[in-house]
């Protein structure tokens, strides 16, 4: 019980964590907590004797235990600054394989200054890329072609001009798709890209390009100062599977670069999805912003498991300056560290959009795949079907009345109706 002491008040440069814990039969929850406690920082199994004083001061401490929710405090110098593989190591690391824990989950973080300032943040954030793609309000979207792997270049960028001519921002690869030997990712960078400036002159719209440098790390530097000489503004990066220190050297390359980083969640699941064990999706948010990217996936209302609950609640610690604690919420003042673009996906269609933007508003980012791509009368009436949503929702339009002089919409909503895919 070392580390049990629930009179204790965290200091401001105590890193705080907020763990769910399910105890084995016969461990207490006190016994429970402190093991946690412990294996995550200084403690082991048996007791140690003759110990540097040192180490006294910078044992954690368990101060609220209330049911099955803990709160940790733990003393900062416990953690190297501006080294997130270092930090998740111990918050996030042997603690999940204890045998005295039936459960466990990470729900939430409360950085201190003194940690926060080692990461860089979002070079660009909300209002940056709003900025560079020169829409002021509502919302952006994206689209990633279908299939989403197994098409090649000449029929990847057949696929692409038709999404930016249908009105969509960004044109994105998804997770998987890197380089295969159905797609060299150096080839179809270049050809997408000379497709984009087209089409930007066709339309004087300013359009983007995610593609995915998802690799190797050194491969993965390649690959982004490849997209900054063709003449790209933001790379897209699976920020889980290329690990924390590749996305750290990923956002110090692109600040050189002055590029933007859009990240995809891929493999959050495995971790997020299990109430009762691993760790939640705020922790991942609170991760993605510190580093340092721009736009990080949410969820959406469709067919990936999303709580509405859940969505509000990462839009708000990706984008406000000062979070308020909540229930699984310790609350924030993120400082000086820019916002970061919400992106919501996954089952997204024309007629789900009012909803989606009563619920989240207008700074969002909406990547919408199949219901552009599965629009019955083609791509760019895909496209022009959520273009056409949007407005109307920003308008105080239903869309059963803007349907009347819009047709993609109109077969969209016949298609599709405004219910979510499973």
Known sequence: ?????????P??????CLFRIEPVKGISMKGAASRVAGESSVGTWAKLYNLPKRIKRIKPKVFEIKKNHVKIAYPVDLFEKGNMSQIMSGIGGNIFGMKALRNLRLEDVKWPLEIMKSFKGPQFGVKGLRKLLKVKKRPLTATVIKPKVGLDTKEYCKSGR???ESGMDFLKNDENMT???FINFYKTTKKVLKIRDSIE?????????????SSETKEMLKRAKFVKDNGGEIVMVDILTVGFSGLQTLRNECKDLGLAIYGHRAFHSTFTRNVKHGISMMVVADLARLIGVDAVHIGGMGKLISPKEELYLLKEELEKKDVKKGKNVLGENWGGIKPTFPVTSGGLHAGIIPRLIKLLGTDILMQVGGGVMGHKDGIVSGGRSVRQAIDATLQGISLNEYKKEHPELRSALELWGNKTPI
């Open 201 to 213: 002159k066709e339309t004087g719209e300013k359009k983007m390009y995610l593609a995915n440098v």
């Open 11 to 16: 200091k401001k440069e105590d890193l705080v």
């Open 1 to 9: 019980m070392d580390y049990i002491n629930l009179k204790y008040k």
């Open 162 to 164: 038709l999404i930016w």
């Open 179 to 181: 380089s295969q030997k």
